[in-house]
């Protein structure tokens, strides 16, 4: 059974960091997708960021520039490092894995599966 455990959320001012983390476990970690997505009050979900086993990275272009996905096979975790946070990057933050084409080709075109709970990022001053 596929799960996923994010952490690292918390609140900082505009221009801080942070680094998300996601722990996964139920698949191999040789071959698969983890995608960031992330929900503000009354907006649907949007993809942030996505990496996958081929190599493959993904960024919306809200994020270019400013945040960095990264993974470790050997923990089975992948992080998304947050830099120059703005208010707008407020939001739920849920990592999702793709078992399916288990590629990042996925963003927008397939849903991701298998969900975590959220973690929650507050950037304010």
């Known amino acids: 059974d596929v799960q996923l455990q994010a952490s690292g959320g918390g609140s900082v001012q505009p221009g801080g960091s942070l680094r998300l983390s996601c722990a996964a476990s139920?698949?191999?970690?040789?071959?698969?997708?983890i995608a960031w997505f992330r929900q503000a009050p009354g907006k649907d979900s949007e993809g942030v960021s996505c990496i996958d086993s081929d190599g493959s990275i993904w960024y919306a272009d809200s994020v270019k520039g400013r945040f960095a996905i990264s993974s470790d096979t050997a923990k089975n975790t992948v992080y998304l490092q947050m830099n120059n946070l703005k208010p707008e990057d407020t939001a739920v933050y849920f990592c999702?894995?793709?078992?399916?084409?288990?590629?990042?080709?996925?963003?927008?075109?397939?849903?991701?599966?298998?969900w975590g709970q959220g973690t929650q990022v507050t950037v304010s001053s």
């Open positions: 999702a894995a793709d078992t399916t084409w288990r590629s990042c080709r996925s963003m927008g075109v397939i849903p991701f599966a298998d």
């Open positions: 139920g698949f191999t970690f040789d071959d698969y997708a």
